[in-house]
């Protein structure tokens, strides 16, 4: 049995943990209003953003697949798949499903005949994927935390060049959209080409009823487009990916600090378990101790009878 001293040393160990924890889990759940407070914020204008861009592509028509970025490459041999992890861990398995979800999606096409260009965003997805011997297209680390536009701007430029060029015939995205702090769900969205993006998918399951899903069929007003919805198209498809890029970075940082809060919680209360149990430990070896000590008396006051 390990001796009084040595269990009170691994209490005031574990003790010293249990602050750490738990200012971890505080400083996690500031964090963790203020991005849901960007979400909120974000998401009604990214919903009529992607709203605008899937009625301008189906006015335009046929015309539309003359843009660069809406016209479908003749073959799908190579894929952008663009991962979005964290910077730091100790968030249980958020930055994990990521990378599995990645891996299992690049394999998948692997099995096809195709080819995966690897972006991550994330110290931790970054260093995963060099980790497992993927090479990297493109990599962008340093904001995860606090996500700008700009820093969604740079991805897109260099996913959109990449299309544009012919070096990528289909981009998609895997990142961790937020649900609630308990909850992170991994999502897989296509960005391009348009018509393989999931806006087109949005299109069927709301079934163009109205400007917003679940709203009851109507009559529809007509739209009339100046310029030309091929011309809207141009402008509209770069933000598009820019604000599609910059929603998941923002779902995976609010992600990110409700999985830290729920990881850095449950450490509090196991290390709370892991001190009931030493103290009783500390307890039984006082009692020992005190038992043995009160044999030794009994044992040296019989010996001089």
């Known amino acids: 049995m390990a001796s009084q001293r040595d269990v009170k040393n691994r209490i005031s160990s574990v003790k010293n943990i249990q602050k750490i924890t738990r200012a971890m ?3 996690a759940a500031a964090r963790l209003r203020r ?3 960007r979400i909120a914020a974000l998401r009604p204008y990214a919903d009529a953003l992607r709203r605008m861009t899937r009625q301008a592509a189906q006015a335009a028509g046929a015309e539309a697949t003359r843009l660069p970025l809406l016209s479908e490459h003749e073959s799908t041999d190579r ?3 663009l991962l979005v992890t964290g910077d730091r861990g100790l968030a249980g398995g958020f930055n994990s499903q990521i990378i599995r979800a990645g891996v299992r999606i690049g394999d998948e096409y692997a099995e096809q005949g195709a080819q995966a260009a690897w972006y991550a965003t994330g110290r931790r997805g970054v260093s995963s994927l060099t980790f497992r011997g993927r090479e990297l297209a493109g990599s962008y680390t340093g904001f995860a935390d606090k996500p700008a536009y700009a820093d969604a701007r740079s991805i ?23 649900i609630s702090p308990l909850t992170q769900q991994v999502k897989r969205e296509t960005l391009l080409p348009l018509s393989a993006a ?21 009559p529809r007003a007509l739209v009339a487009y100046e310029p030309d919805p091929e011309e809207i198209l141009k402008r509209l498809v770069p933000d ?31 290390a709370g378990e892991i001190i009931t149990d030493l103290t009783l430990q500390m307890n039984r070896a006082r009692q020992a101790e005190i038992t043995q000590e009160i044999m030794e008396v ?3 006051a019989e010996g001089l009878t």
């Open 156 to 178: 897109a430029d260099d996913l959109m060049t990449g299309y544009i060029d012919g070096d990528l015939d289909r981009v998609e995205i895997v990142y961790n959209a937020y």
């Open 25 to 27: 889990e505080m400083v």
């Open 79 to 81: 894929i952008g798949l």
């Open 298 to 300: 009994v044992a040296g």
């Open 240 to 270: 598009y990916v820019e604000i599609s890029i910059y929603r998941s970075l923002v779902e995976s940082t609010a992600g990110f600090f409700g999985a830290q809060m729920t990881a850095m919680r449950s450490a509090s209360d196991n």
């Open 198 to 218: 999931t806006i087109a998918a949005e299109a069927d399951d709301d079934g163009e009823a109205g400007d917003d899903a679940g709203q009851p069929a109507g």
């Open 35 to 37: 991005a849901e407070q």
